[in-house]
């Protein structure tokens, strides 16, 4: 008995010692499985695009080795569902043009064999990418493009985490019929501005829209080209309409140069909802503060680690391992590697099939994301994560503070706007 | 008189040599970025010889083909997206709004020269851009996606390979090698390279310089807008960032100038040398971010420039004539 | 409120006048050698990061930037002059146009590479808040930089006119073989004008930073429509630029104002397409 025991043993373990070796042959790719992310790493939006690299960056780092954070995959080291390989990221750059963002796709898919694809951040270039990705049957999350028609499409293969611009655009109506519900301050007309690329014109369709249901008067409706050389007569216009409430989308240059103007012209609404540009890393070193008081849309706030710890051990994460604040893009793109790798894995497969399966299952509870949402979940028909929804922060002695929902809110809403004029 | 073409013997041998090479080419490489990159010269090729003809013939040196290959790729898409005309016809419509509004600028600008032209060119050009950026009817900023369809020649869409795309783009370019080789022999080249030579001369030997000055722009903007019906059938998207920029059109300056103005292959060879530099110093240095693709790309324009403006083809022919 | 329409304009003033002052030297290197300096935009950023790095580092008002900005790119642009437009002048035309774009792409990626993509902005300037005169708010920095502007512009115009090398300048400017026969080294005249161009847009920088953002491609608009002014007012003309600047201010804010911001630039290269047909030397050429 004891020589058969002994032999079942030495067997036994030896298939045990071979098992790894059976197991990861199993999966073609072998210890590695890659992703690829494109962003615009070069060009007029290189800064924004190396702030979602950081957060890229980060995800896969907390994916790959072992953290103490109730994040999908973290407490684990690579993907368990494939032995513990390893995520690795295969990075292109699309200088912000929709042609290489197809070309890209195309690349990392065919030659450098990707599972998956994240980015890309600008809507134009997502919108080429995923017909990439979609012609070639791949998998693709992305986490920080906001273009309500990216998920109107009627594709198969993309998914988005993150809100759209339509869902922001609702909050700040919302917004305003709380601010008039429980705050008791009155809103009767609308000046709306935004700059005239894809994303402003998309958001100023979306607001007029809710406008209109809302039953707000919009008094100025103004477009503008975003490398304004000068804004002077946008905001003149926008003066002589004088709006309640102003409501203005733009990329950070613009931001600078409106507010600039807005204190120089002496334009003061009862308050300004603003998208995008206002919470870029650049905005408030730039301004400091004159932005005081601005309300932005968001996803992401620092302020959220009173509420959710989590948030602030991964934002000191970021802040050790780049000397800077866990800025929103790189919080947005942060989440893409962490629901591919975890449909990845539970579909314990590189088979494109398997992981979308796997994805369409995804349901990963709130306490795990750094958002305030319920979770993710991805709508069978669209794909958009029906959890998404944003937070309005407002700029208060140069931090972004976050004010709505008000049951979240870090603190009160300052309102209205206080006059240029009247501050120090 | 320079740059009168003749094509010998030897020349039509290495022409057909080459395409036969060409035409292997798809056979023999994996995966998609080769045929994306041939594409791209071979379109880039087209734009080149386009506004060679107006350009390195004409002397008319316009800044704004962008507005051409524009109008090409919104009047298909527009006509296909909104009345489901097949893209074909939309790329002969695209091909004829492209030309009639090159006329249009061609009468104030017939009288222009060298750098006043230039300028104007890039003024059209933003105006176009500017305009087609807030019309709500063709998509505004959003710009137009070209939907889905089973992949046919007949619906110009191909999902399973690049090869057709390859192809069609290959025989375009033939076809405006042929357009700009016959205008280079005919009466009208003759005309054009005199005028470029001497606007008031030619005028005093009686040229009806505004009457060819215009063809050849409506003939350059006509093909130019070809290239832009191909590249939405190609990319299945498109809006103003990326159809109708100024950048596009100085890198079809580039190709022109590199390859050699004034020559038929000239931006042939051009786009072959720089397009695959700044596709591949994009996927091999651009992702780290520090703009040292472009600075490549900057220096190789200013040595260019300076050391053998001719281009390409020029020290070709500097080297054939030594070795005589 | 009627009180807008005297805002826009006061604003079309003081856009235009920088607007001048940027064109002007780019009109100055045109009239005398025949370039196009496409790269006079990102002549008109570096001057912007000196600036900018002058305030940073060594904590100096860009007021006092102006002299570093003013020699730092009169040394840029003859070194350019020297080892690169030189060298084309005796070549085509079409490479005399291409070679400042690879300048153009040169420098922005440059900047891009020792100064990364972020924007930069002046936060404290000595100059900075609003007088308020009646209806119209007058913002500081941008008065300082229109009459800033005008000073220097009409100094140019003193040079030009009072010095012997300013009249070398303009002799050279009406007619280049004529001058050379009298004994003026053009030669010297080119490089000293080229440097004088870079020197004035570079004084436009220092002035456009007290108010506007900086970063790498912010030369990209101001170029273009620096290019449209100079056409407009006849190349080689200052005082056609002058003009032609301050119209081109009126016609973006108040056809944007008046009509559609959206719009703006296009009336403006509507504006310069019409003059140029009707009168295609420009208005003073």
Redesign the interface.
Same mark, same amino acid.
């Given at each position: 008995m004891g020589n058969l025991t002994r032999r079942k043993l030495l067997i036994g373990g030896g298939a045990l010692a071979l098992s790894p070796l059976v197991v990861s042959r199993a999966f073609a790719q072998g210890k590695t499985i890659k992703i690829g992310a494109l962003y615009p790493l070069t060009g007029n939006l290189a800064s924004t695009g190396l702030d979602n690299k950081r957060g890229v960056e980060l995800a896969v780092d907390i994916i790959n080795g072992k953290y103490d954070l109730n994040l999908p995959l973290a407490r684990t080291q690579g993907i368990p569902g494939l032995g513990g390989a390893k995520l690795e990221v295969v990075w292109a750059d699309t200088k912000g043009e929709p042609k290489n963002g197809q070309a890209e796709a195309e690349r990392v898919v065919t030659q450098d064999q990707v599972v998956g694809v994240i980015g890309a951040y600008q809507s134009s270039v997502t919108k080429t990418a995923s017909q990439a990705t979609e012609r070639l049957k791949v998998p693709y999350v992305c986490s920080d493009s906001s273009s309500p028609n990216l998920t109107e499409r009627g594709l198969r293969y993309f998914f988005r985490v993150s809100p759209h611009d339509g869902i922001f655009s609702h909050d700040q109506f919302r917004f305003l019929k709380d601010l008039e519900t429980q705050k008791k301050q009155k809103v009767q007309t609308l000046g709306v501005l935004y700059e005239n690329t894809e994303f402003g014109s998309n958001v100023g369709k979306e607001e007029l829209k809710y406008a209109q249901e809302f039953g707000y008067k919009v008094v100025a409706d103004v477009s503008y080209a975003n490398n304004a050389t000068d804004v002077t007569s946008e905001v003149g216009r926008l003066i002589k309409a004088n709006p309640d409430v102003l409501l203005h989308a733009s990329y950070i240059t613009d931001a600078i140069l409106f507010t600039k103007t807005f204190k120089e012209m002496g334009f003061n609404p009862k308050g300004m909802l603003t998208m995008a540009g206002y919470i870029e890393p650049g905005y408030l070193p730039a301004i400091k503060a004159d932005g005081n008081f601005i309300i932005v849309r968001s996803t992401f706030a620092l302020d959220l680690a009173k509420k959710k710890p989590l948030v602030g051990q991964v934002a000191g994460l970021f802040k050790k391992k780049y000397g800077i604040d866990f800025s929103e893009n790189a919080a947005r793109s942060f989440m893409a590697p962490f629901v591919l790798a975890e449909a990845i894995s539970r579909a314990k497969s590189t088979q494109a099939e398997a992981i979308v399966k796997a994805l369409r299952e995804t349901n990963i509870p709130g306490d795990q994301v750094i958002y305030p949402w319920k979770g993710i979940q991805f709508d069978p028909k669209t794909q958009q994560n029906v959890h998404a929804t944003g937070t309005l922060v407002q700029i208060q002695d140069q931090q972004y503070v976050t004010v709505w929902p008000f049951e979240s809110a870090a603190k009160d809403v300052v309102w209205p706007f206080p006059a240029w004029k009247s501050r120090k | 008189m320079t740059g009168v073409p003749t094509f010998t013997k030897r020349q039509v041998s290495i022409s057909a040599a080459v395409l036969v090479l060409l035409a292997l080419y798809p056979l023999a490489v994996r995966g998609s970025f080769p045929m994306h990159l041939m594409i791209m010269v071979f379109m880039f090729a087209m734009l080149g010889v386009a506004w060679n003809i107006m350009g390195g013939y004409a002397g008319m040196f316009s800044f704004g083909q962008a507005a051409f290959f524009g109008i090409g790729a919104y009047t298909s898409s527009f006509l296909l997206t909104a009345y489901h005309v097949n893209p074909w016809i939309g790329l002969l419509a695209g091909g004829v709004v492209a030309a009639l509004a090159a006329a249009l600028i061609g009468i104030p600008c017939s009288n222009l020269r060298g750098h006043y032209f230039a300028i104007a060119s890039i003024a059209f050009a933003e105006i176009v851009r500017i305009h087609f950026n807030n019309w709500k009817l063709i998509g505004a900023a959003e710009g137009l996606t070209i939907p889905m369809q089973d992949e046919s020649l007949r619906s110009f869409m191909f999902h399973s390979s690049k090869a057709p795309y390859y192809y069609i783009m290959l025989g375009f370019l033939i076809l405006s090698l042929g357009v700009c080789s016959w205008v280079a022999t005919s009466r009208m080249g003759f005309y054009l390279r005199a005028i470029k030579e001497s606007h008031d001369v030619a005028k005093v030997l009686g040229i009806d310089v505004v009457r060819y000055r215009m063809a050849a722009i409506m003939i350059s903007a006509f093909l130019t807008a070809m290239a832009g019906t191909f590249y939405a059938q190609y990319i299945l998207y498109l809006d103003p960032e990326s159809v109708l920029i100024l950048p596009i059109s100085v890198q079809i300056v580039l190709v022109a100038m590199l390859g050699g103005a004034g020559s038929v292959m000239g931006p042939v060879i051009g786009a072959a040398i720089l397009l695959p530099i700044s596709e591949v110093t994009r996927v091999k240095l651009g992702f780290k971010g520090s703009g040292l693709d472009m600075i490549i790309y900057g220096t190789l324009i200013m040595l260019i420039s300076v050391y053998q403006p001719q281009g390409v083809w020029g020290l070709l022919q500097k080297i054939g004539r030594k070795n005589k | 409120?009627a009180d807008?329409l005297l805002?826009?304009i006061v604003?079309?003033l003081l856009?235009g006048s920088v607007y001048a002052l940027v064109a002007i030297g780019l009109t100055l290197i045109?009239g005398v050698m025949?370039v196009?300096n496409f790269a006079h935009g990102d002549f008109l950023m570096v001057g912007m990061f000196i600036a900018f790095w002058c305030y940073t580092l060594f904590k100096m008002d860009p007021i006092f930037s102006i002299p570093v900005c003013a020699a730092v790119l009169f040394l840029l642009g003859l070194g350019i002059y020297r080892f690169?437009i030189s060298?084309?002048m005796k070549?085509?035309?079409?490479?005399?146009?291409?070679?400042t774009?690879?300048?153009?792409?040169?420098?922005?990626?440059?900047a891009?590479?020792l100064w990364?993509?972020?924007?930069?902005?002046i936060?404290k300037p000595l100059l900075s808040g609003?007088w308020s005169l009646g209806s119209v708010?007058l913002?500081i920095p941008?008065f300082a930089a229109s009459v800033g502007s005008v000073v220097v512009s009409a100094g140019v115009l003193l040079f030009l006119k009072k010095t012997r090398t300013g009249k070398a300048i303009l002799a050279v400017e009406m007619n280049r073989d004529a001058a050379l026969l009298m004994g003026i080294n053009t030669e010297r005249i080119n490089s000293l004008s080229f440097g004088l161009g870079s020197a004035l847009v570079g004084i436009a920088g220092a002035f456009l930073s007290m108010?506007? $953002?900086i970063?790498?491609?912010v030369g990209?608009?101001?170029g273009?429509?620096s290019?449209?002014i100079v056409?407009l007012g006849g190349?080689g003309s200052i005082e056609g630029a002058f003009i032609a600047g301050i119209l081109i201010g009126l016609v973006?804010?108040?056809?944007?104002?008046f009509f559609?911001?959206? $719009?703006?630039?296009?009336l403006v290269?509507?504006v310069?397409?019409?003059t140029?047909?009707i009168r295609?030397q420009g208005l003073m050429g």
């Open positions: - | - | 409120m807008q805002q826009q604003n079309s856009i045109w025949n196009l690169i060298k084309v070549g085509p035309g079409l490479a005399q146009l291409v070679v774009f690879g300048i153009s792409i040169f420098l922005a990626n440059l891009v590479m990364t993509p972020d924007f930069r902005l936060e609003t708010q913002s941008k108010y506007y $953002y970063h790498p491609q990209g608009l101001f273009l429509i290019f449209c056409a190349f973006q804010t108040l056809g944007g104002y559609d911001p959206a $719009y703006k630039y296009a290269f509507l310069y397409l019409i140029v047909w295609p």
